[in-house]
């Protein structure tokens, strides 16, 4: 990682930007961190409709904050509503494409017509504020209705990645207590059926407090239909009125509840509310992503995903946005599939996964070259760090030298984004998230609690609570005090290792059990893995350390290959000197395995944590229900390495 690579914003990009260089940004950061109430105060007032006002901006007793609260608003009304309402009526809201090439244009005015009766139809099946449902669909435009409806009524929703299996869906259902489960008879991913109604009837099984189950028609397939229980969406929504006005709600009003894997075997169930969040995701839409009017944003994230959540639906439709959603995988039914959405629908702002970078570089340069991608002015990354040699390749390629690179940090529990560059501010440094957005102040700690110099790595911590973050685990709220505020009291530990630079740039080097100590060196896997990819042979990679009896750790290497005939004895010998090279001898792998594939999950993330396993003890244990491909983990464990 080179610290003093600088790429500042460009003149003109600077002169259009909501936050038009760094005089702005600092002003705009020191307003929110010396006065946070007027600071927060006054973007409510201003970018967000509410019923009521609210008593106080924020009362704060760690862990346990309130925003906004006494104030009245509502999320789908603020997302839908008073942009239907008003000028941007005929503005497409949604563009969203079908895997088999179908395509959908909704205005706002249409998607308040679709949000209103789906809500008449909830309220006819005896739902009302505080009541639960499950949202288990594929990525149809449905799936953010029932998103919307849900949120117009105050229903706490939590939404099911649709590749997760019955007995995950199983798990979430009981744990939420839900009373309805929204599914479809199926979904498309690489020419094939997802059979999500099939998975529900498992599920089911045993999930008494759920009344009803209400099912899209998507793929035409045969489906089992319980009678009293299951109902057709379309003949539900034919009956139901297209007047139903938004319940005001308080700020504090549980607005979703997302889960995401634990060490355990029981998923987390992460609770966001309802002024909070939509105000720090709106203001991220203008900060971050910079968005106007006229530009076509995609967020390539499932809606299963806190990022479909974030910046698929509700922080582009508060914004007003045009954003797109796409049913299927990058590559199919070729590697260019998204490159040719782009320069199709002219999408303006693009906003992916490292993973997803890494995986389109090792598919060669050709497949977006030969597309016109001239549209771009703004990229994104989210997810984990990305390498600086993927950033690169992403500034280069895709962005074709012109397009900004947002490298955003946050998590599932923050909301939004906390760490990333405003385009128009603050100039880039492949691979650092840069600066802390504002109300957002961040720490690099020790074992002791203790700030570490600039650019020694530690612990990140936020000091001082911001609008979206998460209110507690749903059902477990001692869970959430001991995980996320025993460490630190009175402060929020991500459970990310960082460093921060000489110029106040922030490093994040992924979660804290993904650094290694090597003879005494503490080391990242970030570190070793940009390494190994700036090698020509290597696509991805993933490190972990392993037990070794004289180092205490040892770096242990995955790496998937580019195209090419690679003798892997030669290439492991000249990985171990690369990599010795580029960072020191005691970075050296001690072991390497070349692989097909790594595990990951459905999102993307690659999962370190059954790495680790793999290499300390051959099993794997705790929540793999994320998992995309369990039989990876299967290869990998009985995969010999190519060892000194």
Same mark, same amino acid.
């Given at each position: ?67 906004? /609260? ?22 497409? /809201? ?20 679709? =949000? ?22 594929? $990525? ?116 979703? =509840? ?62 007003? /946005? ?99 560059? $405003? ?20 720490? =690099? ?140 001898? !005691? ?6 395995? !070349? ?50």
């Amino acid at each position: 990682m080179n610290e003093d690579q600088v790429y500042p914003p460009a003149p003109d990009f600077v002169h259009r930007a909501h936050v038009s260089g760094m005089d702005a940004y600092k002003a705009l950061y020191e307003h929110a961190r010396t006065q946070p109430e007027d600071f927060w105060r006054s973007l409510a007032e201003k970018e967000l409709f509410w019923f009521e006002k609210w008593d106080h901006v924020f009362e704060w007793d760690p862990p346990r904050v309130k925003w906004f /609260a006494g104030g009245k608003t509502n999320v789908c009304y603020n997302c839908v509503d008073r942009h239907a309402e008003g000028a941007r009526e005929a503005k497409v /809201a949604i563009q969203w494409i079908g895997e088999p090439g179908d395509e959908r244009a909704i205005t706002y005015r249409e998607l308040l017509r679709m =949000v209103s009766r789906f809500a008449n139809v909830l309220k006819a099946c005896g739902l009302a504020a505080g009541d639960r449902a499950v949202i288990y669909m594929p $990525m149809v435009p449905e799936a953010a209705v029932a998103m919307l409806a849900c949120a117009r009524l105050g229903i706490v929703h939590s939404v099911v990645f649709g590749g997760f299996s019955s007995e995950a869906l199983k798990a979430r259902i009981q744990d939420l207590g839900a009373a309805v489960v929204l599914t479809a008879d199926g979904g498309w991913r690489r020419g094939k059926e997802v059979r999500l109604k099939d998975a529900v009837d498992q599920a089911l099984e045993d999930c008494p407090t759920v009344r009803d189950v209400i099912v899209l028609r998507r793929t035409e397939s045969q489906v089992k239909m319980r009678d009293g229980r299951d109902h057709w969406w379309h003949e539900l929504e034919a009956a139901a009125s297209d007047d139903c006005p938004a319940e005001p709600l308080d700020a504090e009003h549980p607005l979703y =509840v997302l889960y995401t894997s634990g060490t355990t075997g029981k998923p987390k169930g992460i609770l966001h509310t309802t002024g909070g969040y939509l105000l720090q995701t709106t203001m991220s839409m203008k900060w971050v992503f910079d968005i106007r009017d006229e530009d076509v944003y995609w967020c390539t994230a499932d809606i299963g995903w806190v990022t479909g959540h974030s910046y698929v639906v509700y922080g582009p439709l508060s914004a007003g /946005a045009t954003t797109v959603m796409y049913e299927g995988a990058p590559d199919y039914p070729a590697f260019d599939r998204w490159w040719r959405i782009v320069e199709k629908h002219r999408v303006s702002i693009f906003y992916s996964s490292p993973t997803a970078i890494r995986a389109l570089i090792r598919q060669g340069d050709q497949w977006p070259n030969a597309c016109d991608l001239s549209s771009l002015r703004l990229l994104g990354s989210v997810g984990e760090p990305i390498n600086p040699a993927a950033w690169e390749w992403y500034y280069r390629v895709i962005g074709k030298g012109c397009c900004p690179i947002v490298d955003t940090w946050w998590q599932t529990e923050t909301g939004s984004i906390l760490i990333a560059a $405003m385009p128009g501010a603050v100039p880039l440094k492949p691979g650092s998230a840069t600066l802390p957005m504002p109300g957002i102040l961040p720490e =690099v700690i020790d074992f002791s609690g203790n700030p570490v110099p600039d650019g020694q790595e530690g612990f990140l911590i936020i000091d001082r609570p911001w609008p979206s973050m998460a209110r507690t685990l749903w059902g477990d709220p001692q869970r959430y005090e001991d995980q996320y505020w025993r460490r630190v009291r009175g402060k929020y530990f991500t459970g990310d290792a960082a460093r921060r630079d000489a110029d106040g740039y922030y490093w994040i080097l992924g979660r804290v059990d993904d650094v290694m100590n090597v003879s005494g060196h503490r080391l990242s896997t970030m570190e070793v893995e940009s390494a190994l990819v700036r090698h020509r042979a290597v696509a991805e990679a993933a490190v972990v350390g392993k037990p070794h009896e004289i180092t205490g750790q040892a770096v242990c290497a995955f790496v998937t290959l580019k195209e090419g005939n690679w003798d892997h004895h030669r290439l492991g010998g000249e990985l171990r000197q690369w990599v010795a090279k580029e960072i020191g001898a !005691f970075a050296r792998p001690e072991e390497i395995r !070349f692989t097909e594939a790594l595990p990951k999950t459905r999102s993307g993330k690659i999962m370190r944590r059954l790495l680790r396993e793999i290499v300390t003890s051959h099993t794997v244990s705790g929540d793999v229900t994320t998992l995309e491909d369990l039989s990876v983990v299967t290869r990998l464990s009985s995969q010999p390495s190519d060892e000194d």
